[in-house]
């Protein structure tokens, strides 16, 4: 089931947390939102679920107008942090228990209940209590009970971050296995870039309740609408320096002129940020875009990260560990086309 988001806003008497937002969600995809804490992701959320109701704009699921309908009658499927699984009842009842409401017919809940637990893998375990299973379980169980409804959209909030880090990563490939075999329209909260990078079809990234990019997770990663986006993603966080346009160049704080082709056609005196993950950062490259002093040199692993100075801005960039370069020695820097940015130091703005 497609989803169209038009105008949404929500406001909290003079507090805005959705702001205007317009989104189109295809049929089939798992998307995730993403952003962070209490930039407005539950507030969305919950108003395609019908829990809130928005104070302007207009929900459709596929070409049926949803914006005032409850949410047992839009036929959503939500998933909490907290697994909120009846206690007192067997996995085998609490996955029944919605299909009990709609009074379907004991034989078939039952059923139905037996295929979905064997879909999220917890068919040996119907008769245990939720409090003598793990996390994972748990949460397993959830989205069985979301699920046996055959609901038109699975709605998840956070779903993983009661469970600790290793867990996490099976339970992200899980609910994408899930996804895939059911095929049905996902949402997925999370504000962990990673989770919602290795999981989805598409990202919508927020900020204060506005809507930053919807893009994929390479082109998120690849092309920022944004310094804000550019800096959310990635694992280390893309270095920033600042700095001013003169001559066609970028003359970073301390003085180190950066040539850039892509700065080229920018306003001569524009204030920038130049951002540049650590792999687009070439310590030691012939074809220089600037001079460098390298602080610190570590070896993790099968990476050597160095720390350099560029001015007075330290920056991290990984090196070939064939190289060897001592502490305060001086190098030439390259930048790669693909992963270096240059933002308004002001707006944020994208400018090469
Ligand atoms: N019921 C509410 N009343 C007032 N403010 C709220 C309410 N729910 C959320 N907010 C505010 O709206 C903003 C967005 O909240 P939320 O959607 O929960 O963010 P997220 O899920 O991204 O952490 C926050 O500033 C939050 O404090
Ligand atoms: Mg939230």
């Known amino acids: 089931m497609k989803v169209t988001i038009k105008n949404l806003t929500k406001r909290f008497s003079d507090m805005t947390a959705v702001n205007d ?3 189109v969600i295809e049929s089939g995809e798992l998307i995730a939102l993403l952003g962070p804490s209490g930039c407005g992701k539950s507030t969305m959320l919950n108003m395609i679920s019908g829990i809130l109701a928005p104070t302007e704009g207009k929900i459709f699921f596929d070409d049926e107008d949803v914006t005032d309908l409850s949410p047992e009658k839009r036929g959503v499927g939500l998933v909490f942090q907290n697994y909120a699984l009846y206690p007192h009842m067997t996995v085998l009842e609490n996955i029944c228990f919605p ?20 879909l999220v893998h917890v068919d040996t375990m119907l008769d245990r209590k939720p409090g003598q299973m793990s996390g994972g379980q748990q949460q397993r169980v959830a989205i069985a009970r979301a699920l046996v409804k055959q609901p038109r959209i699975l709605l998840l909030d956070e779903p993983l971050s009661n469970l600790d880090a290793r867990l996490r990563i099976e339970m992200r490939e899980e609910i994408r296995r899930i996804q895939q075999e059911t095929g049905v329209t996902t949402i997925f909260v999370t504000h962990d870039q990673e989770e919602a990078m290795s999981i989805s079809d598409h990202i919508v990234l927020m900020k204060d309740g506005f809507l930053q990019q919807y893009a994929k997770p390479q082109e998120l990663y690849d092309e920022p609408a944004n310094c804000f986006v550019a800096d959310f993603l990635g694992n280390p966080p893309i ?3 600042n700095g001013v346009i003169k001559n066609g ?15 080229k056609n920018i306003a001569e005196g524009r204030e920038v940020t130049l951002s540049m993950r650590a792999e687009a950062i070439i310590v030691g490259e012939a074809e220089k875009a600037c001079v460098g002093t390298v602080e610190e ?5 099968k990476e050597v990260l160095a720390y350099v100075s560029l001015g ?6 990984y090196i070939d560990a064939e190289k060897t370069f001592d502490k305060g020695q001086t190098v030439n820097i390259g930048l790669k086309k693909r992963g270096v940015f240059v933002f308004d130091k002001e707006t944020g703005e994208r400018l090469a």
Do not use: Q
């Open 249 to 263: 160049k970028i003359v970073l704080e301390g003085d180190c002129e950066v040539e850039l082709e892509a700065a």
């Open 239 to 241: 270095n920033k320096a």
């Open 21 to 23: 937002f317009s989104a």
């Open 312 to 317: 007075t801005t330290k920056v991290r960039a």
């Open 99 to 118: 299909l009990e409401i709609k009074k379907v017919p004991k034989e078939e809940r039952i059923a139905r209940a037996k295929e979905m637990a064997k």
């Open 297 to 301: 040199v570590y070896v993790m692993g």
